[in-house]
């Protein structure tokens, strides 16, 4: 079971706009939210988390939203520019209590292009 | 401050054979976790490391064991290779992550890419 869904596998956005990456998840277990960005040939580098208890965190030019009666969150940059080309995870974990607990669980990705 | 290396970065295997994966964490991280990659998704939990003990472990088979050494560093067996084992193996490191300096933030390693023949 995909506990953890990112259904838009690819978004093409202009330089300079918004991009705006979703992610939904189904345990509600769940405490702490995760976005990382990938390059080719390296691994996932973190870029914004956010707890449970708010429902926006903001660091430079990205933000994330957390709406957690739907189950939904989404990763805003703004303005887009073209470094920012990468694939984008979203990541969930359960601090506590939960099986899930100590470990993150992983959407499949959305591949961001932003073009000059 | 080496951030998290992973070795060998590519390598080549047949079906039935065994392969080891190794991993360093980041200076001061005492958790290692690995994920598998398979192309066009996300990475998978395979299993956790604490205290030289396995704490957590994803849906993988038993042809799946590691070990985590005094040092904290740590390695991947899979044994039996598989073709659908080809995949990126990814090593992440991090701090206790039920402890109370947890941050629930890993720090990857760039992956060690095997193809399975």
């Known amino acids: 079971d995909q506990q953890v869904k990112q259904n838009s596998p690819s978004l093409s956005v202009q330089e300079g706009r918004i991009s705006i990456l979703n992610c939904d998840y189904t345990n509600s277990m769940f405490d702490y939210f995760l976005w990382y960005k990938k390059y080719p040939a390296e691994g996932p580098t973190f870029l914004i988390s956010?707890?449970?208890?708010?429902d926006k965190n903001e660091d430079g030019r990205f933000t994330v939203f957390l709406n957690k009666s739907a189950k939904h969150l989404s990763l805003h940059i703004v303005p887009s520019q073209p470094g920012d080309s990468a694939v984008y995870f979203c990541a969930a974990s359960a601090r506590f209590g939960s099986s899930n607990t100590g470990k993150l669980i992983f959407g499949q990705g959305t591949t961001l292009q932003v073009k000059p | 401050d080496a951030g998290v290396t992973q070795s060998p970065t590519h390598l080549i295997k047949t079906r039935g054979q065994q392969v080891t994966l190794r991993c360093s964490p980041k200076s001061g991280h005492d958790t290692v976790s690995w994920y598998q990659q398979a192309l066009g998704q996300g990475p998978q939990f395979i299993f956790q490391y604490y205290e030289e003990e396995e704490r957590q472990r994803g849906n993988f088979p038993d042809r799946f064991s590691g070990h985590q050494f005094p040092n904290y560093s740590s390695e991947l067996n899979v044994n039996a290779l598989l073709l659908g084992d080809s995949a990126l193996y990814l090593c992440a490191s991090s701090l206790d992550l039920r402890g109370p300096r947890a941050t629930g933030e890993l720090f990857f390693g760039e992956g060690s890419r095997l193809t399975v023949l």
């Open positions: 956010i707890s449970s208890i708010k």
